[in-house]
Every structure is written in C-alpha cells, then in structure tokens.
C-alpha cells in the first residue's frame, strides 16, 4: 500500500485524489471531500500532505484525536446523511507521520451539513442549489446500484424491526463502545443508515432494497427479489452430489449466522497466536467469504450465490458487475462498492470491516490457515477460493500456532472442535497409520474391521489423516481408498 500512496503523492492532486495539510485537527473542507468523492466515483485523501505534494505530516500527539473526530463526524446525523463508517490508517513516509483514507462511491446522495458537493478536477463544488447537477447524480446512482431501489407499497409490518434492530444495536455497540446507535430510536437507525428514502425525481418514499434483504421477512423477500437465495454445499465425501446442503433464503442478518455456522461444521478450526492473541484463523476466513457473498453481489441477476466446501478448498461465487475484471493482485487493486448501504450496515456492527479489507485479510489469514493463497477472479460471476489442506508453514513470532495440538499439525484440540483429537481417535489414528504401513490401501469398511468401529466411524477416522495431509483418496465414492499420501521428492 505504501508504494500506492507514494505513487499518489506523486501524481498530485485530481479527480480522485486530495491532499491536506492536516497537523492537529480536521477541518472542514476534509468532509467536503468525503461528500463529492461519495458522490461522483471513489477517492482517496491523504492527510499530512500538502498541496505540492511535500510530506509535512500529521502532529504524532494528536493522532488518536484526529481519527476519533474523523470517524464521530461521519457517524453523526447532524452533520452526514446518511451517515458512513470511514476509518484513517496510519501510514510513515520519510520519517513522518500521514493518516490515509479510502473514500468509496455510495449509492446514496451524500450530503455533509446540509450541503451536496460534487467533484471536479483537483475540488469540490457545491451543487445544492443546481438542481440539474444534483438530479443526474440521483438518476446516476439509480442506475449503478440496485439496492437504493424503493419500494413504496412495503410496509412496517412486513419486516423483523424489532428483532433484528435490537439484535443490529447490540452487535454495533459490542463492536464500538461509543456507537451512536445506542442513543438512536429505531426509526433513526434506519433512516441514517439510507435504508428509508425519497426519489427527488418521482417524490415516492419508501424501504430500499438494501433494508428489505436486511429486515424484511421472507414473504417480502422473495416478492422484491425472486430469485434471492445463497446455495452452500458440502461435498467431501459424496463427491458425485453432496454430502450436506444448506439453502439460505432469509434476511441478510440471519443468513449470515446461518452460513458461518455450515462453515465451521464443515471446516476444520486452527488457532494460532496472533499479537498474543490466541485467534481462530478459520472463523476470521469464513467472515471474509460470508459477508462478501452477501454484501457484495448483485441482486437483480437470477444467479444463485454458492459456497461451495470441498476437501481440499472452499469456494464462493456470485454475481457481479465487474468494473476490473481478471484476477485480483492485492497489491494492485481499487475495491469498488457494490452495494455501499450493506457494506456500511455489515461494518457497523462488525460483520465486515471497511472497503478494500476482504481481500487483504482473505490473503493473510489463509496463509496463516493452509499455507497457500486465496485466488479472487472478478468477472460476470466473482469467484473466491480459499486452500483448506495443510501446506508446510513457516510462521512468524507474529503468526504462531497455538501448542495445544496433539501432533502439530496446527489443528485444535479443544473440545466441542470438528477436529477434536480425543484419545479415541489417536488410537484409531495409530492402527490405521500401522496397517497402511505394511498395506498399500484400506478401504473404509476394512478399516472398520480395523478399528473394531462402524464405516461411518472407520471413514471419519480417515477423512482426518486426509485432512492432515498424511492419506489421501483413490477413486469415486462406492470403490474409494486410501493410502498413505506421496512426499515430494
């Protein structure tokens, strides 16, 4: 990212990038910037730069204040509407101090203290009073983003308010102490959030898209979008159909907790030593994956949105209007919103984190996971897959694996895991590992006689050398073997 900034440093300022002196506090004409950036396509500003793009830096003393004034002003209703869940990142250049944001396109009209700026070359314009200007960035945005689609005749009573903003609050405020949720009413939520609006062109009002896939119950759903469903299949056994399935038709807010659970029953859990923090690597991957096929898709296609559990991978695929398509580097990439309201949503109350994250948390954490790379192809249908086998692993003081394992293969032992190894199973573990030393193959129903165990229990035993890397299949699902798994020479 440093090489990135450097490079818009250089390049100066225009339509997508401004630069500020910023030393102690944030002034105004920063949140000017955010509202045409907002507003016209994406930018970022880049605080402790001047005009001439000398790096002056930002005050190392003021440097929590001014990112928790930065982030409490776009989160006040008074002075944004609708709000947005911006962050500054800290960044050194030659030997000082610059705070860096990425400012997105949003799908609403952005308005700072009233006003509706817009961006022009290397400034922001105030467009209030044009209202020309200010209706083609309204017809603009209609046409780019399905989800601020208004749907006058939806009712109160057609959504789960109350459960699910009392459940929305609790996670805003769990994730930041000082949200502003707590002190809103519900109808304040959804109004500042842009999930209730008017088209200044036809004058309707009424629920957006965005907030029928957030709260809407199931009837409404289905009648707004007809073919809204996430298909997520597990196929590791079975390798012909599947072995489990799992068809997600509810609101966004419960489909998240519903597909994060098929994951984690599905997917072996690892945790490791992060910043001291025992952490576990698998969850932080499945919320990358969950959020973005449920954030970042586009509901107007009749493409069913798929997770996909293999034995060797996960996989994800939904619908796109790609702006870049081909193969993401995540070291040269501009994320771009596909529907900024449930981004925003999914990143006040924690689900997701700010624009541009996935991917680079997507490649850190499957490295810490399995050793390899996430491979994130954008194009009509975007497809993420993320390794899930063991690859050899060379972990920094930063990134250790957790000690309590059973034989370091960095899986978990602790109880209640899919990956449990109780004293059971390393007895099963060492009778397989002795006969297929002296064998070939076994099939499933030998190692029951084996292990004086049922199949079912013989091919779990198995599945769990295959996910360690130690065995590995041979043939379809009625003639299947295993044998001990080839080391590279």
């Known amino acids: 990212m440093?090489?990135?900034?450097?490079?818009?440093?250089?390049?100066?300022?225009?339509?997508?990038?401004?630069?500020?002196?910023?030393?102690?506090?944030?002034?105004?004409?920063?949140?000017?910037?955010?509202?045409?950036?907002?507003?016209?396509?994406?930018?970022?500003?880049?605080?402790?730069?001047?005009?001439?793009?000398?790096?002056?830096?930002?005050?190392?003393?003021?440097?929590?204040?001014?990112?928790?004034?930065?982030?409490?002003?776009?989160?006040?209703?008074?002075?944004?509407?609708?709000?947005?869940?911006?962050?500054?990142?800290?960044?050194?250049?030659?030997g000082k101090t610059v705070l860096w944001c990425y400012v997105p396109a949003n799908s609403q009209v952005v308005m700072f203290n009233g006003r509706i700026y817009d961006r022009t070359e290397d400034g922001d314009i105030d467009i209030t009073?044009?209202?020309?200007?200010v209706t083609h960035i309204h017809q603009r945005k209609a046409a780019d983003y399905s989800e601020r689609k208004i749907f006058p005749y939806a009712k109160e009573s057609d959504f789960e308010f109350s459960r699910l903003l009392a459940?929305?609050?609790?996670?805003?405020?769990?994730?930041?102490?000082?949200?502003?949720?707590?002190?809103?009413?519900?109808?304040?939520?959804?109004?500042?959030?842009?999930?209730?609006?008017?088209?200044?062109?036809?004058?309707?009002?009424?629920?957006?898209?965005?907030?029928?896939?957030?709260?809407g119950r199931e009837e409404l759903i289905r009648a707004c979008t007809p073919n809204y469903i996430t298909d997520a299949i597990c196929r590791r056994e079975n390798l012909d159909r599947y072995d489990?399935?799992?068809?997600?038709?509810?609101?966004?807010?419960?489909?998240?907790?519903?597909?994060?659970?098929?994951?984690?029953?599905?997917?072996?859990?690892?945790?490791?030593?992060i910043d001291s923090q025992r952490v576990s690597v698998r969850s932080w991957i499945a919320r990358e994956l969950v959020s973005n096929i449920l954030v970042h898709r586009e509901y107007t296609s009749a493409y069913p949105a798929k997770i996909i559990i293999e034995r060797d991978h996960i996989a994800t695929e939904n619908w796109c209007l790609p702006k870049s398509p081909g193969k993401i580097d995540p070291n040269a990439f501009t994320p771009y919103p596909k529907n900024p309201l449930l981004a925003n949503f999914f990143v006040n109350i924690g689900r997701a984190d700010v624009l541009g994250s996935c991917v680079r948390n997507l490649y850190k954490y499957t490295k810490i996971y399995s050793g390899g790379e996430p491979e994130l192809v954008e194009g009509d249908v975007f497809r993420t897959i993320v390794p899930l086998e063991l690859a050899a692993i060379s972990v920094t003081d930063n990134a250790k694996m957790s000690d309590k394992t059973s034989d370091n293969s960095g899986m978990s032992d602790n109880a209640g895991m899919s990956d449990k190894f109780s004293v059971t199973h390393k007895k099963h573990r060492a009778a397989l590992l002795a006969h297929l030393a002296d064998n070939d193959e076994v099939s499933a129903s030998e190692a029951a006689t084996i292990i004086a165990r049922s199949t079912k229990?013989?091919?779990?035993?198995?599945?769990?050398?295959?996910?360690?890397?130690i065995v590995e299949t041979a043939g379809g699902n009625r003639n299947r073997t295993y044998k001990m798994k080839r080391q590279p020479a």
């Open 244 to 273: 489990d399935r799992l068809m997600v038709t509810s609101n966004l807010i419960d489909a998240y907790d519903q597909l994060m659970e098929f994951v984690a029953k599905h997917t072996l859990d690892r945790f490791f030593l």
């Open 129 to 133: 009073r044009n209202s020309a200007m």
């Open 2 to 94: 440093l090489a990135k900034l450097l490079r818009l440093i250089s390049d100066g300022e225009g339509p997508t990038t401004e630069l500020k002196r910023c030393t102690s506090e944030v002034s105004n004409s920063v949140f000017e910037t955010v509202s045409s950036f907002s507003n016209r396509y994406d930018g970022h500003i880049l605080l402790g730069v001047e005009d001439n793009a000398t790096i002056s830096g930002v005050n190392s003393q003021a440097l929590t204040g001014i990112k928790k004034n930065f982030a409490n002003t776009l989160n006040n209703t008074q002075r944004f509407s609708p709000t947005l869940f911006l962050a500054l990142e800290e960044t050194e250049i030659d």
């Open 457 to 469: 229990t013989a091919r779990r035993a198995l599945l769990r050398l295959v996910d360690e890397c």
């Open 167 to 215: 459940l929305a609050r609790r996670l805003a405020v769990t994730h930041r102490m000082d949200h502003p949720w707590e002190g809103m009413s519900d109808s304040e939520i959804v109004k500042s959030a842009g999930l209730f609006q008017t088209d200044p062109e036809s004058g309707k009002s009424g629920y957006t898209l965005a907030a029928i896939l957030l709260f």
